[in-house]
């Protein structure tokens, strides 16, 4: 069946033109079922209009795509009826508390004893930690509130997956948190896409990166593949006293592609990519350690930062076409 898919969104070579601009360029996505995915890029790489395809708000020039395995031209309302949607500026009526805005939202898709629809209100505001703030007008939120509110009217209806636009780029860091700890519980509710430019978020909850630039698709899979960088596996290790022979030793391990050294503050500081993860785990130190006449300072694997690897990705994809 169509529900036991293992991804929520598919497209197919998805692009959009606007007369003589290219706003996506054959744009294929998967998304994992109960996942965060985040898809980023820098401004004007064409998130919105990918976000737009996929809400059925505009139609792609050429390409395809599905989600839930329902085409997003042709099915599109049967599509938005299973959606919860939370645009970067969510709208409320500020008079209202929290609970009836909730209530007047839930009222659109449920029909039945008012209880039944307070109960599901309750569990929302619990979930997005709004309980202790039901009954307050919104006029008197913080961003914070008002972000993590948006999260409950955009998921009140039970959808099986979730499109949150830039959910907490002009919250401040304590905001932030509490929007991406809801994201994190929502996890086991539904598929949560959304968009950012904030990369330290990404890094924090993500399962599933996407980065666009220029309309095009130019990294994506796993947030821990991405954060391997385009250089692989690198250790960094750090020795004191004559490492000489240590590059050429090095060089002779098959499972070794490169060893650079630099120097600093008398240390000798070896950057070694391996194409044999396990192998240099287990061994790597041990060839180090094998010359007496060296002191091992520093040996890690080298972690990348996610806004490292963006830049990287970013400034070396500069062609147009």
């Not at 919250?171 to 929007?179: K, M, N, S």
């Not at 694997?301 to 076409?321: A, T």
Request: net charge neutral; aromatic share 6%; charged share 25%.
């Amino acid at each position: 069946m169509k529900q036991l898919d293992a991804f929520v969104i598919e497209t197919d070579n998805l692009s959009k033109s606007f007369e003589e601009v290219h706003a996506l360029r054959a744009v294929n996505l998967r998304v994992p079922r109960n996942s965060i995915f985040g898809f980023l890029g820098p401004n004007g790489a064409g998130k919105t209009t990918l976000m737009k395809l996929l809400l059925g708000l505009a139609r792609p020039t050429s390409g395809s795509g599905t989600i839930f395995g329902l085409d997003i031209v042709t099915e599109s309302v049967a599509i938005r009826e299973r959606i919860g949607y939370l645009a970067q500026q969510p709208r409320f009526i500020e008079q209202l508390t929290a609970r009836e805005n909730l209530v007047f939202t839930a009222k659109f898709f449920f029909s039945g004893p008012p209880a039944k629809i307070r109960a599901r209100c309750d569990e929302m505001l619990e979930l997005v930690g709004l309980s202790d703030k039901a009954d307050r007008p919104i006029k008197g939120f913080s961003g914070g509130e008002k972000q993590r509110l948006g999260i409950a009217l955009a998921q009140v209806n039970y959808p099986d997956l979730l499109i949150l636009d830039e959910p907490a780029s002009a919250l401040d860091p304590l905001g932030r948190q509490a929007v991406l700890d809801v994201m994190a519980r929502l996890r086991k509710h539904t598929t949560v896409f959304y968009s950012t430019h904030i990369l330290d978020d990404v890094q924090r909850v993500s399962d599933t990166v996407a980065i666009l630039n220029r309309g095009q698709l130019v990294a994506g899979g796993p947030i821990e593949q991405i954060l391997r960088g385009t250089e692989g596996v690198v250790y960094s290790v750090g020795v004191k006293g004559r490492s000489d022979g240590l590059g050429t030793r090095l060089a002779r391990l098959p499972w070794i592609t490169q060893a650079m050294v630099a120097q600093r503050n008398g240390t000798s500081v070896w950057q070694v990519s391996v194409s044999d993860e396990k192998t240099a785990e287990r061994e790597l130190l041990r060839q180090v350690l094998a010359d007496p006449s060296l002191t091992v300072v520093e040996f890690n694997r080298k972690r990348y930062d996610l806004e490292e690897v963006f830049m990287n990705i970013v400034r070396g994809d500069g062609h147009d076409g």
